[in-house]
């Protein structure tokens, strides 16, 4: 499919400040809101519990606001679910109910029930919701249940194996369920609401866990940038690859500042549409260079500046069929997801928005200010020995050109000098016939003077003979044919 009809050439750099200062002006505003408000950070980056409760019946959103509220919870996060009106997704930036003070006073406690018998291991997880316990000696479900509940210890009152024995019999090792957070929070909602329901989901998110894979994406996408250049200056020149990274770091930026804008969350999907990103737009820069670097053999008497918009031009058509064609893909998502498929989808339609004019106007005029600074005398003198050579075979063409008009010259000027000829004067044909009978009386004299001779050299050749002829044979007298 051709957009642009082939041969056309846009100038496309002529409108280079604009954009090049439009670019200036998102890339500097969004790292300024990377700062200040700062990204909206999903679960993953921030830590903390994320439940789904469905009621029994419609619940107003204030009503569970001032229920969290009055727990601790004021920060809380309530996001009304598009679907159903009964359900509510919830978060809080708490992870678990036990602290590590806490779990030191517990441990205590379980110590001094168990009086005789050894305590070997008490291990809670980070969320609250699960503790590994070993003893010196067996004991029943039910025994070590009430043994817990004596110390303290929040033991799930429904479920199955909320004890469970684990690894060998002879290590008296159990896993034990424990309330969670989000069990308490929702038995804390449906009693200041008076509305039952049901806890479809909880998830948390240690704060250390979150830490961590905040950093392990920053790394990652700093990585990626790094190898892009790496690949870029081995596969081109070292003159394309800053303008690649530099319209890599713009896709990311305008994504993350579109998303601080619209407080969108920030969260591992996020990511991954960033990354995303960062190779679509990748593909569509090397599709640019390349032709470019294509364009720069094959015309070599072009300025870079030409050659860039001559690529461009002859790749337009393609960016754009492949650009519309995403985001009309992932444009359904965006409108009818849920909230972690739309923020994967917004992220794709504003990165492929911004990556197709930045491999235009972003990548693309970095290339041509670093070949004029730097690699302007090399550039200066191949275009000048393209000019050289394009200036001999216009000569050359030029030359052949009145070669062949001088031909068809040639049989037009022996044309008329023929009809010239054919049409005489009256002096130059009474000349004409007065040198033709000159000519024909010359001739008839020299016929006669040879005859004569002819004649006269038998004669002498017999006086020869007969004076000085030694042989005695005599010789016939040749006939002579008369002329």
Do not use: C
């Not at 424990?178 to 948390?204: K, M, R």
């Amino acid at each position: 499919m051709e957009l642009i009809k082939p041969g056309r050439v846009i100038d496309f750099m002529g409108m280079r400040r604009f954009w090049i200062g439009l670019s200036l002006f998102l890339t500097i505003s969004s790292i300024i809101l990377m700062f200040k408000p700062g990204p909206k950070y999903g679960l993953d980056f921030k830590g903390g519990t994320e439940l789904t409760v469905r009621f029994e019946r419609r619940v107003d959103q204030g009503d569970v606001r001032r229920s969290l509220s009055s727990h601790g919870h004021g920060s809380a996060e309530i996001v009304p679910s598009a679907t159903d009106p009964r359900q509510m997704l919830i978060r809080v930036e708490a992870a678990s109910v036990i602290d590590t003070a806490r779990e030191g006073r517990l441990r205590e406690a379980v110590r001094r029930a168990l009086g005789d018998v050894q305590l070997r291991e008490f291990r809670m997880s980070q969320g609250g919701d699960h503790l590994v316990i070993q003893l010196g000696a067996a004991k029943t479900e039910a025994e070590l249940e009430t043994l817990l509940r004596s110390a303290g210890v929040d033991v799930r009152a429904q479920g199955r194996e909320r004890i469970k024995r684990i690894g060998d019999d002879a290590e008296h090792r159990y896993n034990v369920s424990l309330v969670s957070l989000g069990d308490q929070i929702f038995s804390q909602l449906t009693t200041d609401t008076g509305a039952g329901g049901e806890l479809i989901a909880s998830v948390w998110v240690s704060p250390k866990a979150s830490e961590k894979l905040r950093n392990e994406a920053i790394k990652a996408l700093l990585y990626s940038l790094v190898f892009i250049m790496i690949y870029v200056a081995f596969r081109f020149d070292l003159r394309f690859a800053p303008g690649g990274i530099l319209a890599l770091f713009h896709d990311a930026v305008v994504v993350i500042g579109v998303f601080v804008i619209f407080r969108r969350e920030v969260s591992i999907a996020t990511v991954a549409a960033i990354l995303t990103v960062v190779g679509y737009s990748m593909n569509d820069t090397i599709i640019v260079y390349d032709r470019v670097r294509e364009n720069l053999g094959k015309r070599r008497g072009l300025k870079m500046l030409d050659v860039i918009n001559v690529s461009i031009s002859e790749t337009f058509s393609r960016t754009l069929v492949t650009s519309a064609t995403v985001i009309l893909s992932v444009l359904p998502f965006a409108i009818m997801g849920s909230e972690v498929i739309q923020n994967f989808a917004i992220a794709m339609i504003v990165g492929v928005l911004a990556g197709t004019y930045s491999s235009i106007y972003v990548a693309t005029p970095l290339t041509e200010w670093i070949d004029s600074k730097f690699f302007h005398p090399a550039t200066q003198a191949l275009a000048a020995a393209a000019t050289a050579e394009q200036a001999r075979f216009e000569a050359k063409q030029a030359a052949k050109k009145s070669e062949s008009a001088a031909k068809k010259s040639e049989p037009e000027a022996k044309s008329s000098d023929e009809s010239e000829a054919s049409e005489p004067s009256a002096s130059e044909s009474a000349k004409s016939e007065s040198s033709e009978s000159t000519e024909s009386a010359e001739s008839s004299s020299d016929a006669e003077s040879s005859a004569k001779s002819e004649e006269s050299k038998p004669e002498a050749s017999q006086s020869e003979q007969g004076e000085g002829g030694t042989s005695g044979v005599s010789r016939r007298k040749p006939k002579v044919k008369d002329k």
